[in-house]
C-alpha cells in the first residue's frame, strides 16, 4: 500500500455492527483508514456517484434492498471497486452467490473483532481487484493490437485448434474470424501440403518448448502471395507448453525485391560469360572470314560446287559475325555513330516496311503524338533494329492477326517517376510504344524476356537474342525498357529514350490548369516511399492530402472525412485489402465517389468500366501525368 488512506465504504444498517467494525478498524495502526457510512443503498450509491473508495464494505440486508440483488446495484454502480460481503452466520451462501457475481470476500458478522483478520481481508480484496484490472487491460491491450495489426495473429490449443485468430485473416482467406474458431487448418479446407506443414511446425513448438519459423504460398484473390509465420510456445504455471502463438507476415513484396536483385544478379552473370564467349567466338571467326575470300585466289580454279561451299562457308560465318556482334551489344553495348535523330522519321520509315512485309491480317497504326517531337543522340541503324525487333516480337504474338499500334511522345521524368523505376532519370525522354493485341506473355516468362538466348518460340524460330539485344542498345544510350503484359490481352513495351538538352519545344505548360484549390485528395498505397512523394507533390500544388496504407486504412478514413474527399488515388495491388475489394467498399459508402486507380501491372479497359473510376495511371508516372488527371476526376460529373 502506498502512503494515501485506504478510503473504505461502510454500509450497514446494524448501529452494533456499525460500532463494531469502527472499533475494530480503529485497532489498526499501520495502515491510514479513511472510513464513510451509508445506512441505505440509495445512500450508498449516492457516495459512489460523488467519489471514488479503495474498498466497499457490504451488508446484503438493508431498509431499502435485500439479498443479491444489493450486491448487484453496487457492483453496477462501482465495477472496479473491491467488494467485502458482510454476512451473517445463516447467510454464508448468499455471500458465495455474491463472490460468483464479482464479490472478492466476504466476512461472517460476529467473526470480524479480529483487526488482523479485517485488514487482511481488506487488503486482500485491493490486491485481487487491482490484478483484475491489471488483467483486463492487458487483454484489451493486447486485443487492440491485434485486432489492428495487419499481420495475421493466431493462437493454437494443444489439439491444433485455432483459439484465437485476429481480423486480418479475412482479407487473406476471404473467412470470417468465426470461421476459425475451434476448428484446425485441416477442417477449413486448406490446401493438404500447406496443412501438414502447419501440423509439424505446431508440434514440434508444443514438444520442445521453442519457437519455430516457417514459409509458404498461400493462394489469394490478388494472386499467389508469399508468408512467413513465426510460431512462439505459450507456458503454463507448470511450465509445459500451453498454447501457441503464430505471427504471420506478408512477404510478397520482400519476395519481388529478391527476385529483382537475382534478377539483376543473373543478367550480370549472363553479360559476362556472353562477353567472353563473343571475345572467343571473334577469335575463331576472324580467321575464317579473312581467309575464305582468298582460297579462291590461291588455289587452282574451282568447281562449281567447290566455289558453292565456299560461299556457304563465308556466309555462315558471316551470320556467326552478326550473332556475336548482338551478344557484345547485350553484353556491354557497342558504341555507333551517335548524332542527333527525329525518332519520327525513323519510325515512319518503319511503318513503310511493315505495310510491305508484314500479313495483310495485322493492322498498323502509327501515331505521334506530337509534331514537336524531341530529339535523341543515338545510332539510327541501331534505334532502327531495336525498333524492327519489337514490331517483330509483336508480329508473332499475333499469328491469326490483330492490331499493332506504335505511339512516340515526349515525357519530362520527375522524382517521383524516377523513385518507382531504379532505371529512369530525372529528365526529358521520348517514349516509343509498341502496344499488339497478340498472345501475350506469361508472368513466369516475362522476367526472363530480356536474357539472352531465352526464347518462349518453338525450336528454330528465334535465337532468344533480339530484346536482350535491344536492352543493350538502349541501356548504352541511358534509356530503359519496360514491359505491360496480360495473356491473350496483349503487350505493350515502352521503350524511354533520354532526349537532346536544349530542344526548343519546350513541355506545354499545364501548371495553371493543375494547381489545387484546397481539395482533399485520399493516397492509397501501402509503399510509404510513394506515398509520401505523393503527399508532398500534391501538397505543394496547393491540394490537402490524406494517406492510408491499406484498403482497410482507406476505408476508415473515407468514412470519417467522406464530406471532404474530393478524390481517392488508390493503388490496385496491397496487402489486406486490395484496390479493387476497397473500390467497391467505397462505393458503399458514396456511389459517386470520384477514384483513380493505379499501378505497375496493365489493367484491362474493361475493369475500367465496370468500377466507374475516373482514370488509370500506370505506374510510374510523371508528375505531370497525376495532377491533369486530378484535374479530370476534379472537373467530371
Known amino acids: 500500500m502506498d502512503n494515501h488512506p485506504i478510503k473504505i465504504l461502510l454500509v450497514e444498517d446494524n448501529p452494533g455492527d456499525v460500532l463494531l467494525l469502527e472499533e475494530t478498524l480503529s485497532d489498526i495502526a499501520h495502515f491510514r483508514l479513511e472510513l464513510s457510512h451509508a445506512e441505505r443503498l440509495s445512500q450508498a450509491l449516492h457516495r459512489l456517484e460523488a467519489e471514488t473508495f479503495d474498498v466497499i464494505l457490504l451488508d446484503l440486508l438493508l431498509p431499502d434492498s435485500e439479498g443479491l440483488e444489493t450486491f448487484l446495484q453496487i ?8 467488494i467485502v460481503v458482510l454476512t451473517g452466520m445463516a447467510d454464508e451462501t448468499l455471500a458465495l452467490r455474491a463472490m460468483q457475481a464479482g464479490a472478492q470476500d466476504y466476512l461472517v458478522k460476529g467473526r470480524t473483532s479480529s483487526s488482523d483478520l479485517l485488514m487482511r481481508s481488506i487488503r486482500y480484496a485491493i490486491e485481487r481487484k487491482r490484478n483484475e484490472a491489471a488483467l483486463y487491460q492487458r487483454e484489451q491491450e493486447f486485443r487492440t493490437l491485434t485486432e489492428n495489426a495487419p499481420d495475421i495473429i493466431a493462437r493454437f490449443d494443444r489439439n491444433l485448434r485455432h483459439l484465437y485468430v485476429n481480423p486480418a485473416v479475412e482479407a487473406v482467406t476471404g473467412l470470417s474470424v468465426r470461421d476459425f474458431l475451434g476448428k484446425t487448418n485441416r477442417e477449413l479446407g486448406m490446401p493438404e501440403a500447406l496443412v501438414k506443414q502447419w501440423e509439424e511446425a505446431l508440434e514440434q513448438v508444443f514438444e520442445t518448448g521453442e519457437q519455430v519459423s516457417i514459409q509458404f504460398e498461400f493462394p489469394t484473390s490478388s494472386g499467389l502471395k508469399y508468408y512467413q509465420s513465426r510460431c512462439v510456445p505459450e507456458f503454463a504455471l507448470n511450465g509445459s507448453v500451453e498454447s501457441v502463438l503464430a505471427i504471420t507476415r506478408d512477404l510478397t513484396e520482400q519476395k519481388q525485391l529478391e527476385s529483382q536483385l537475382l534478377r539483376a544478379q543473373r543478367m550480370e552473370s549472363l553479360g559476362t ?18 581467309i575464305a575470300p582468298l582460297l579462291p585466289l590461291s588455289l587452282p580454279p574451282l568447281n562449281e560446287q567447290s566455289r558453292q561451299l565456299l560461299n556457304i562457308l563465308e556466309e555462315n560465318a558471316k551470320r556467326g559475325a552478326d550473332l556475336v556482334k548482338q551478344i557484345l551489344t547485350f553484353s556491354r553495348g557497342l558504341e555507333g555513330e551517335r548524332a542527333p ?116 518460340k518453338a525450336w528454330g524460330e528465334g535465337t532468344g537474342l533480339g530484346l536482350s539485344t535491344a536492352m543493350g542498345i538502349i541501356k548504352n544510350y541511358g534509356g530503359f525498357i ?66 492510408a496504407n491499406d484498403g482497410i486504412e482507406a476505408i476508415a478514413a473515407y468514412a470519417q472525412h467522406r464530406n471532404d474527399i474530393e478524390v481517392v488515388l488508390i493503388d490496385m495491388m496491397m496487402p489486406l485489402m486490395g484496390g479493387a475489394e476497397a473500390i467497391r467498399a467505397l462505393q458503399q459508402f458514396n456511389p459517386q465517389v470520384k477514384i483513380i486507380a493505379c499501378s505497375g501491372v496493365a489493367v484491362s479497359d474493361s475493369f475500367l468500366k465496370t468500377t466507374g473510376v475516373k482514370a488509370f495511371l500506370a505506374k510510374p508516372f510523371t508528375a505531370s501525368d497525376l495532377l491533369n488527371a486530378l484535374h479530370g476526376a476534379i472537373a467530371a460529373e
Not at 75 to 82: F, G, V
Not at 279 to 286: E, K, P, R, S, V
Open 75 to 82: 457492483y453496477d454502480r462501482a465495477p472496479l471497486t473491491p
Open 273 to 290: 560469360l556472353a562477353s567472353g564467349i563473343a571475345h572467343d567466338m571473334n577469335n575463331i571467326l576472324t580467321p575464317i572470314l579473312a
Open 341 to 456: 535523330i527525329q525518332v519520327k522519321h525513323l519510325l515512319g520509315e518503319l511503318e513503310q516496311v511493315m505495310h510491305s512485309t508484314f500479313p495483310k491480317s495485322i493492322t498498323i497504326v502509327c501515331n505521334i503524338a506530337t509534331e514537336d517531337l524531341w530529339l535523341v543522340s543515338a545510332d539510327a541503324t541501331q534505334l532502327h533494329q531495336v525498333f524492327m525487333n519489337c514490331c517483330v516480337n509483336a508480329r508473332d504474338a499475333m499469328p491469326q492477326g490483330g492490331t499493332l499500334t506504335i505511339s512516340a511522345e515526349n515525357r519530362a521524368i520527375d522524382e517521383i517517376y524516377a523513385r518507382m523505376n531504379l532505371n529512369a532519370k530525372v529528365g526529358p525522354y521520348v517514349v516509343i510504344t509498341f502496344t499488339d493485341t497478340g498472345t501475350g506473355i506469361s508472368a513466369e516468362h516475362i522476367d526472363r524476356i530480356f536474357e539472352p538466348f531465352f526464347t518462349t
Open 482 to 547: 519496360s514491359v505491360n503484359s496480360e495473356v491473350d490481352k496483349g503487350t505493350q513495351l515502352q521503350v524511354f529514350l533520354p532526349a537532346i538538352e536544349g530542344i526548343e519545344t519546350p513541355v506545354p505548360e499545364k501548371q495553371n490548369r493543375s494547381l489545387g484549390r484546397g481539395e482533399l485528395i485520399l493516397v492509397v498505397d501501402d509503399e510509404e516511399n510513394i506515398r509520401e512523394t505523393l503527399k508532398i507533390t500534391l501538397e505543394i500544388q496547393n491540394y490537402r492530402v490524406l494517406t
